[in-house]
């Protein structure tokens, strides 16, 4: 069955750097974009980032481009967001989603890691 | 890219329907057929319900389907069960070759 597992999720004060990882197994990762999407709290879901399948296409969110940047290691089944020039708004539950192919939607989730920007 | 507009909280009873709407702009919901829907029990990892605006994952319910008119999409949970209660979020691609979420509704089954 197809699980995503987010990591490296922590305390971390303002413009501090942290880098959160996603395992995924039980499907191809290299066949399907992957996402990441946060959720402060109490607030509603947010897109973050994207990468494509084979990495080498990546956009993201105004709210965080420049400072995060997606990547993957299709060999490690993994996925990364490196974040850097944390900010207090950056605090939240961050999930990696697997891209439903031809679907446009986020079709599995991770349970979340939570990143806390705290001075 | 603004968040796409949902009311905050709807409510039913077992048995009965409601209607969960999603307006976005012509730059998102009503640009594209690419709209998709997520039920999200807090805790837990969120779950595809809809995508493409009208179609079900294999393993979610006849009970949700999915509609758009314009730049309003809508979740319709007919026959209202009680593990239904949870928070409901829409989705769209936008132009900007971008996702944007609403802001979630919180359904309460009486």
């Known amino acids: 069955q197809v699980q995503l597992v987010e990591s490296g999720g922590g305390v971390v004060q303002p413009g501090r750097s942290l880098r959160l990882s996603c395992g995924a197994s039980g499907f191809i990762f290299s066949a399907h974009a992957m996402y990441w999407v946060r959720q402060a709290p109490g607030k509603g879901l947010e897109w973050v980032a994207r990468v494509s399948h084979d990495g080498l296409y990546e956009n993201y969110a105004d709210s965080v481009r420049g400072r995060f940047t997606i990547s993957r290691d299709n060999s490690k089944n993994t996925l990364y967001l490196q974040m850097n020039s944390l900010r207090l708004e950056d605090t939240a539950v961050y999930y990696c989603?697997?891209?439903?192919?031809?679907?446009?939607?986020?079709?599995?989730w991770g349970q979340g890691t939570l990143v806390s920007v705290s001075s | 890219q603004s968040a796409l507009t949902q009311p905050a909280s709807v409510s039913g009873s077992p048995g009965q329907s409601i209607t969960i709407s999603c307006s976005g702009t012509?730059?998102?919901?009503?640009?594209?057929?690419?709209v998709s829907w997520y039920q999200h029990h807090p805790g837990e990892a969120p779950k595809l319900m809809i995508y493409e605006v009208t179609n079900r994952p294999s393993g979610v319910s006849g009970r949700f389907s999915g509609s758009k008119s314009g730049n309003t999409a809508s979740l319709t949970i007919s026959g209202l069960q009680a593990e239904d209660e949870a928070d409901y979020y829409c989705g769209s691609y936008t132009t900007s070759d971008t996702w944007v979420f609403g802001g979630g509704t919180k359904l309460t089954v009486l």
């Open positions: 012509s730059s998102d919901v009503g640009g594209y057929n690419h």
């Open positions: 989603a697997r891209d439903l192919r031809g679907g446009w939607a986020f079709d599995y």
